[in-house]
């Protein structure tokens, strides 16, 4: 049975696999905001964080990406990686407009791997993007901790995500 997410109280399916804590973390290729592809998963020697948003023209989307990007900022040995379908171009002028340059922001519009993950959004007026989660995976491309946010509308629990990224390094 696929995965969901809830949009404002109403349930909807995802799409993919329902990864768990221990496995491999599937390798995806996302374009980044200066068209270049770059692959997140898999074992990299640094500790990945890959994050999934709807899109970063929402207030809690961009609220997520700022806040990341502060947290995240002076952790050394660290990969931060902010997935949604919003193209490049916009990605770029979103990153240009609050000085977020700590992380990679990265679009999935091209190879649509992040369904690999299981969160993409597959029914709904939302069918087609990328719900609302974090994947920390370890040095050696382990799954160490997953946060699928059950309201697509809410913020994630970004003190768990720092504490387990904390105790991977």
């Known amino acids: 049975m696929a995965q969901t997410v809830n949009l404002k109280g109403n349930p909807v399916a995802l799409c993919g696999p329902t990864l768990q804590v221990g496995q491999k973390a599937p390798e995806a290729v996302v374009v980044t905001k200066d068209l270049q592809e770059k692959v997140i998963g898999g074992a990299k020697g640094v500790v990945q964080v890959i994050i999934t948003v709807p899109s970063l023209d929402t207030p809690v989307c961009e609220t997520e990406t700022k806040k ?33 340059g700590n992380i990679t922001v990265a679009s999935d519009f091209r190879y649509r791997d992040m369904e690999k993950y299981g969160v993409l959004i597959c029914e709904g007026a939302l069918k087609g993007i990328l ?8 040095k050696e491309g382990n799954i160490a901790y997953i946060q699928l946010v059950p309201e697509i509308t809410q913020e994630p629990n970004y003190e768990e995500v720092v504490e387990k990224v904390k105790s991977l390094l």
Do not use: H, W, Y
Request: contains cysteine; glycine residues 8%.
């Open 68 to 100: 990341f990007n502060e947290l995240m900022g002076g952790m050394s040995g660290v990969d931060v990686t902010v997935v949604s379908m919003d193209l490049p171009f916009a990605q770029k002028r979103f990153c240009e407009s609050f000085n977020i």
């Open 131 to 138: 719900a609302r989660a974090v994947f920390v995976v370890d």
